[in-house]
């Protein structure tokens, strides 16, 4: 596996990452039904993918690596 099985649901381990990537964001432990119908109205975001190249999300994380 990708060393990510901590932080998936179960019914996720040993997906591939295309496969990962293309899930909803519900595939990612801690993230609640509720918290992906939050993220889809404020951001449009539908599956791991979309979070994790959300312009938004990226900007964020660069600034808190060059405040490191």
């Known amino acids: 596996m990708l ?3 901590a932080k998936l649901m179960k019914a996720y381990e040993g997906k591939s990452a295309q496969e990962l990537a293309d899930a909803p964001v519900t595939a990612i432990a801690g993230v ?3 918290d992906a119908e939050l993220l889809l ?3 449009n975001i539908k ?3 979309d979070l994790g190249t959300n312009k938004f ?3 964020a994380q660069s600034i808190t690596n060059l405040a490191d």
């Open 57 to 59: 999300f990226r900007w």
């Open 3 to 5: 060393g990510l099985e």
């Open 47 to 49: 599956t791991v993918r």
């Open 41 to 43: 109205k404020a951001f």
């Open 32 to 34: 609640s039904e509720g």
